[in-house]
């Protein structure tokens, strides 16, 4: 009785450890019993594992579906383990794949909860729009970089109007010789090839010239590194235009 006594140990110790991998209770002991005799059919495994016989066919099915066992064709079905390396080695590989994608999505949301993502946007449609609420919801200040300006003012005309009834502190970058909205900081900077805007140092958008795509991002790090790298990449005009 020595020996069955130990083996019951071992099987309940390792039953426990696989548990841990997905396994329910009965998988893990008929795993182990399996792995333990080397092959068996139904109700030798049951007798082994201490699991009820009826409920044998089912659980052992269930362990060839997820890869662990193969099973003979004839009657009886004999069971046999799957190498125990090639099983290793699987799992290994899944737990580093799986941790390998939380390595890559750490640190996307900041501890306050804010995505570091970027979200895209196609449509000019959409792209106007997102640019309309960008400039109506800004509270302390607007950062514009833009290749052009004429479309730009008819487009938004309504919430440049608003953002000087609201004191809102605008700066624009724009190409030279391009006529600005009064009230607004201009630089200039030749060679601008999509449009840009941060509102509150907090939101950034990057748009197609056309406006057909763009992308933007609520995390103020992001818009903090583009805005101090449109400024510091244009040249101050020197007064309010």
Do not use: W
């Amino acid at each position: 009785m020595e020996a069955p006594e130990r083996l019951k140990d071992q099987i309940d110790a390792l039953a426990d450890d696989l548990m841990e991998f997905g396994l329910t209770s009965y998988e893990a002991r008929a795993y182990v019993a399996l792995v333990a005799r080397g092959y068996g059919d139904a109700e030798l495994i049951a007798q082994s594992a201490g699991i009820p016989r009826t409920s044998s066919y089912k659980v052992l099915s269930s362990l060839v579906e997820k890869g662990l066992i193969i099973v003979t064709q004839g009657r009886p079905k004999i069971y046999k383990p799957n190498p125990i390396e090639s099983v290793q080695g699987e799992t290994v590989d899944r737990v580093q794949r799986v941790y390998g994608e939380l390595s890559s999505i750490h640190g996307s949301i900041s501890e306050s909860g804010v995505p570091q993502l970027i979200y895209t946007l196609t449509g000019r449609n959409r792209v106007i729009e997102k640019i309309r609420e960008f400039l109506d919801t800004a509270d302390n200040s607007v950062v514009l970089s833009v290749p052009y300006m004429s479309e730009f003012r008819k487009l938004y005309q309504r919430e440049f109007q608003g953002l000087v009834a609201r004191s809102i502190d605008v700066t624009i970058i724009t190409a030279p010789f391009q006529k600005v909205p009064e009230e607004a900081t201009v630089l200039r900077r030749e060679g601008i090839i999509a449009v840009d805007l941060i509102t509150d140092g907090e939101n950034a958008l990057i748009a197609a010239p056309d406006l057909s795509a763009a992308g933007f991002t609520t995390n103020a790090f992001l818009a903090d590194h583009l805005e101090r790298f449109m400024v510091m990449t244009a040249e101050p005009e020197g007064s309010r235009k």
